[in-house]
C-alpha cells in the first residue's frame, strides 16, 4: 500500500491551485506525509500570504521562502530542516523559469541573459537543491523533478526551455548514479501539456493542449493531481526499484508518430 507516514517531505514550487507542485503536495499529505512548503518571495509579501493559504489545511510543519536564486534562503531552508525534522524523505523539485520572450519565435534569438537564467532556474536548481539534501538523507529518500517532452522533442515555442530540460533529465541520472550507494533515488515525471501559471508563458500553450487532447491515446491531457499520485508513488517504497528515470504522464501522447 501508498503510505508515507513517517516521511519527510519538502515541496517547492507551489504558486497557486494550479501548481503542479500543489497536486504532488495534496496526495503526499494523503498519503500521510509530513510536508515542509516552500513559496517563491516576492517584495510585498503576496506570495506568501496566498500559499500560505492554500496549503493550510494540508498542515505543512515547515513553511518558508526559497529563491533558488539566493544561496542564502536556500542555506537557511535547509538548515531549518536540519534543526527541526533531522531528516529529510523526499524533496519535490517543481519549478522553472524562462524569460516569456525566450518561449516564442526563433530559438536561434535567444539572448545570453535569457538562457543563462532559464537553466540557472531550471536546471541548476535541481543540481543544487540535490546536494544540500544529500546529506540530510540519511535513511535514504526519493528526490523527484518535473520535465517536459519538449526536453527530447523540438516543441513550437518551448525553445530554451527545452534545453533546460533535457540538462535536468540528464541531471536526473548523473544525480541518481551518486546518491543510488546512499539509497537515495532520483526521478523525473514528464507531465503532459497543463494550464498553469508558467505554461502560460509559453507560446501557443492552448493549441498544445487541444493537440494532446485530439492525438493521446487517451483522447486528454491529465491534471495536477495525476502527476501528483505518480510523485506519490515514486517517493514510495512501491518504486523502490525505480531510479534515475522519466516517467511519461502525458496521457499516452509520448508514443504516438503523428
Ligand atoms: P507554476 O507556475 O505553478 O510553478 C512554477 C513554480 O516555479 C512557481 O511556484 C514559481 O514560484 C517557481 N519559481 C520560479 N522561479 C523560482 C525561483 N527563482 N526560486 C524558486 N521558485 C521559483 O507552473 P507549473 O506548470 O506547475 O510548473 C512546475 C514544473 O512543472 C516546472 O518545472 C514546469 O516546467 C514543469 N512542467 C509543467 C508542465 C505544464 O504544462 N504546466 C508540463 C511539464 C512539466
Known sequence: MLNLTGKNAL???????????????????????????????????KMEKKVAELVEPLNPSLFLPCNVQDEDQIKSTFETIREQWGKLDILIHCLAFASKDDLSGDFSQTSRSGFNTALEISTYSLVQLSGVAKPLMTEGGSIVT???????????????????????????????AELGPQNIRVNAISAGPIRTLASSAVGGILDMIHHVEEVAPLRRTV?????????????????SGITGQILYVDAGYEIMGM
Request: proline share 2%; net charge positive.
Open 146 to 176: 518535473l520535465t517536459y517532452l519538449g526536453g527530447v522533442r523540438a516543441i513550437p515555442n518551448y525553445n530554451v526551455m527545452g534545453i533546460a530540460k533535457a540538462g535536468l533529465e540528464m541531471s536526473v541520472r548523473y544525480l541518481a
Open 11 to 45: 515541496v517547492t514550487g507551489i504558486a497557486n491551485n494550479r501548481s503542479i507542485a500543489w497536486g504532488i503536495a495534496q496526495q503526499l499529505h494523503k498519503a500521510g506525509a509530513n510536508l515542509g512548503i516552500t513559496y517563491l518571495p516576492d517584495e510585498r509579501g
Open 223 to 239: 491534471t495536477q493531481l495525476e502527476v501528483g499520485n505518480a510523485a506519490a508513488f515514486l517517493c514510495s517504497d512501491l518504486s
